[in-house]
Antibody
């Protein structure tokens, strides 16, 4: 049973960089056809997909965020990470990591499992 | 305004049937792209409930079912139980957003 756990600072100052890590347990991050994603949900709004990364390191980002987002994967530590630069209050949200499944066609993909989520607040 | 529109709340008594809608457009659900549903219990991680429009992962009771018609997908829950009280949200892919994944705003189910 794969389990995901997010970690990182809960408070980030405006204009700084948000950095989060997702630890994968119960399975190898590189052992399947899955990929790994970050999803965030601001309070009172719908979830927003941030990006995905394959164990190879190949990443795809949401066009609305791609200028500020970098994802990386560390197969030796069985974890993957998110960096979001130049944050503002609009980046305040619960950030989730999740495993994407369903093959190479994004139109037939789903997310399972998800991490518990971690609240990141952007404030001085 | 969410790309996928869901009612903010629904309610039903134990044993009843409720349906939650997820209205999309011609660039996502209407294009035939898969719809997935998730359940988020208070304080818990979101859990996959339905994938590929109608499929239940192992362990999900058959009280939960998914369907789709035109630009709208539906999640039906029969035989409501108190533990079904949670937030439910839908997800699909959108070709107008470079095949980004999009989500509904979520529907809070209250079991009366």
């Amino acid at each position: 049973q794969v389990h995901l756990q997010e970690s990182g600072p809960g408070l980030v100052e405006p204009s700084q960089t948000l950095s989060l890590t997702c630890a994968v347990s119960g399975g190898s991050i590189g052992s399947s056809n899955a990929y790994w994603s970050w999803i965030r949900q601001p309070a009172g709004k719908e979830p927003e997909w941030i990006g995905r990364i394959y164990p190879s390191g190949s990443a795809t980002y949401n066009p609305s965020l791609k200028n500020r987002v970098t994802m990386s994967v560390d197969t030796s530590k069985n974890q993957f990470s998110l960096r979001l630069t130049s944050v503002t209050a609009a980046d305040t949200a619960v950030y989730y990591c999740a495993r994407g499944q369903g093959g190479g066609n994004p139109r037939k993909n789903w997310f399972d499992p998800w991490g518990q989520g971690t609240l990141v607040t952007v404030s001085s | 305004q969410s790309v996928l529109a869901q009612p903010p709340s629904v309610s039903g008594a134990p044993g009843q049937r409720v349906t939650i809608s997820c209205m999309g457009t011609s660039s996502n659900i209407g294009a035939g792209y898969d719809v997935n549903w998730y359940q988020r219990l208070p304080g818990a991680a979101p859990k996959l409930l339905i994938f590929g429009d109608t499929n239940r992962p192992s362990g999900v009771p058959d009280r939960f079912s998914g369907s789709k018609s035109g630009t709208t997908a539906f999640l039906a829950i029969t035989g409501l139980q108190p533990e079904d009280e949670a937030e439910y949200f839908c997800q699909s892919c959108d070709s107008a957003l470079s095949d980004s994944w999009v989500f509904g705003g979520g529907t809070k189910l209250t079991v009366l």
